[in-house]
């Protein structure tokens, strides 16, 4: 299964601004674009459960790529589950960007199995 969204979707980022009230630093933006883009997948997916890589942890599961506005470039791997109980690993190249620091937009999203 293939699927792919390109379009462009504005949308408030969750953590656009550091504790004191100034842009994210470049690992937060990463941090960022990550987030929302497990958001996006979640919302394309129809599982009853998703399980999504890790960020934080160094195993080779998530990939992201890009500076200060984007783009943004997220690989990673999703498991979800459907009623009947299997799992299914698919794989997710997610790309966005933010023109002003708190707003995001999405460029595109592939998800394959």
């Not at 933006?29 to 394309?44: E, K, P, S």
């Not at 999504?52 to 990939?63: A, I, K, L, M, P």
């Amino acid at each position: 299964m293939l699927a792919t969204a390109t379009s462009l979707w504005l949308f408030d980022a969750v953590h656009d601004r550091d504790e004191e009230g100034g842009h994210q630093s470049g690992s937060d933006r990463r941090y960022a674009a990550f987030t929302i883009c497990t958001d996006l997948v979640h919302d394309r997916l129809v599982p009853e459960r998703a399980v999504f890589r890790d960020y934080f942890q160094d195993h080779g599961e998530v990939s992201v790529s890009g500076t200060g506005t984007g783009p943004f470039t997220v690989r990673s791997t999703v498991e979800s589950g459907s009623a009947v109980g299997s799992l299914h690993r698919s794989r997710f190249v997610c790309t966005v960007h933010t023109a002003d620091g708190e707003h995001w937009a999405l460029d595109e999203l592939t998800i394959s199995r």
